[in-house]
């Protein structure tokens, strides 16, 4: 019961603090692109004002105080005249920079472009009061001594980063960190809350600039060492600029996966071994789903892939039923022609689970398995050319029927049908049955032109005087 009433006083607490949370005229000024006087909440603390600064979204006054929630607060009176001086100082910026249009974008970018903003000396100044606040301690620790609420009035001034280090790799939180004069290895890995569990740490690289003589040095650091004692000569003192390295364990980069996508009970990316196949994996991704047709399942080596296609991973992954036509044949034309397609029966497969349909997959294979294709594309010279839902059985006049029929200039006895499964162009007949997904191209009698008649007709007579000739050769 005690826990309860504390929960319900917190909750109470923190709903009437938000309720009460008034705004406050807040300068900020210094190492920003944008210096000036903002109306932000008396709820939001230092950390917050400066995040609203980096993202370039902070509230100005004058949006602020035309909002119905601050008309309808009564008690504060808030100083106009910072609004006319935050107006002046944003005329006076934007008159300077239409001045230097001639500047090179390089000497422009250096005139407004704020560098870095520290946050290990974040300036207050309250009541004519100044402290130094250390958002970097904040952040780490959580101490809310360097991260207090807002007040009226409050100056906020931001220095630039005078020093900084790089961390990347195998650490819970990429980033340029600021430096501290002394600070060691140790301190940065601090910064950026740790190493992952993948990280190797035998094998931590530092590579260090000189600025003077233009040489690049690599230290190589075993951050085991230094775990065991924070003294160890391995945690070497920072320099600015110096960009660290941490390295995956080797068995990390080795590590080989498949990744199973559409209509799977578990989609995503699998592990495999040398002995992985093609069954083990889908068994690992749960199996197909029951709305599947593993008839439009296929396999991808993606390493023989020539180049990436976003719009066909685009609509592999999308209802073909929703498709445009031109997205339909689109994608029939990119899987006829997709490089590293095998031709893997992953249906008998599933439904038999005989070795003979099945075979080993390597790291960057990708299984695709889809909701059935239950569409056929009628194109060329028909009536009504484009998709139409598919039903068993039918045959090709069928399809040519319910498209309107053959146009004049159809070429009908050329007439073909392109079958999905194994991308064949298949000399059709009124009777042939259409298969789901299959298109049927009806081409067009090509308009033939005077010199069409003439190039036919030397043919013919060269084709009659080579059989006189062949004759006459062997009458003799």
């Known amino acids: ?29 210094g190492n920003v692109d944008e210096p000036g006087v903002y109306v932000l909440d008396s709820s939001n603390r230092v950390s917050q004002a400066i995040q609203l600064i980096e993202l370039g979204i902070a509230p100005d006054s004058a949006s602020l105080l035309t909002s119905n929630r601050a008309t309808q607060i009564t008690g504060l009176e808030i100083d106009t005249s910072l609004l006319d001086k935050q107006k002046n100082a944003l005329a006076t910026r934007n008159q300077q920079k239409s001045t230097l249009n001639s500047l090179p974008e390089t000497e422009e970018a250096e005139l407004f472009q704020a560098k870095d903003i520290s946050k290990r000396r974040v300036i207050l100044i309250r009541n004519g009061l100044s402290q130094i606040l250390n958002l970097q301690a904040f952040y780490l620790t959580g101490d809310l001594k360097n991260n207090p609420y807002l007040q009226n009035d409050d100056i906020i001034k931001l220095l630039p980063m005078e020093k900084s280090v790089k961390i990347t790799g195998e650490i819970n939180r990429e980033g340029n960190y600021e430096l501290s004069e002394g600070e060691k290895l140790a301190d940065l890995v601090n910064f950026g809350q740790g190493l992952t569990e993948d990280a190797d740490l035998s094998n931590i690289r530092i590579e260090r600039y000189n600025q003077k003589t233009g040489e690049l040095s690599a230290l190589m650091v075993n951050y085991e060492a230094i775990m065991a004692d ?20 080797p068995y990390i980069n080795m590590r080989k996966s498949v990744e199973v996508k559409g209509l799977v009970k578990y989609p995503g990316e699998y592990s495999i071994d040398d002995e992985s196949t093609l069954l083990s994996v889908l068994e690992s991704a749960g199996g197909p789903l029951d709305t599947a047709n593993l008839n439009f399942a296929i396999l991808i080596d993606k390493s023989l892939n020539e180049s990436y296609d976003p719009d066909l991973e685009r609509l592999l992954a999308s209802n073909s039923a929703l498709m445009s036509i031109s997205e339909y044949s689109y994608i029939q034309t990119k899987l006829r022609e997709i490089s590293g397609k095998h031709y893997v029966n992953i249906k008998k497969l599933w439904e038999t689970k005989d070795e003979q349909y099945n075979r080993k997959v390597k790291t960057g294979d990708i299984i695709y398995i889809k909701e059935p294709l239950l569409m056929v594309n009628v194109s060329g010279a028909v009536q009504n050319a484009g998709l139409q839902p598919w039903e068993e059985g039918k045959t090709l006049s069928h399809y040519i029927n319910t498209s309107g029929g053959y146009l004049r200039s159809a070429f009908e006895s050329k007439v073909r049908v392109i079958r999905r499964d194994t991308n064949v162009w298949v000399k059709a007949t009124n009777k042939t049955v259409i ?10 009698v090509k308009d033939k032109t005077l010199w069409d008649y003439v190039s036919e007709g030397l043919a013919v007579t060269a084709q009659i005087i080579t059989i006189v000739l062949g004759v006459h050769t062997l009458s003799k």
Do not use: T
């Open 1 to 29: 019961m005690k826990n309860k009433l504390i929960i319900i006083l917190l909750l109470l607490s923190s709903l009437i603090s938000h309720l009460l949370a008034l705004p406050v005229n807040i300068s900020i000024v």
């Open 230 to 249: 924070q003294n160890s000569p391995e945690n070497i003192i920072l320099s600015h600029n110096d960009i660290v390295k941490v390295f995956p364990k």
């Open 435 to 444: 298969n789901p997904g299959d298109e049927i191209f009806v081409p067009e």
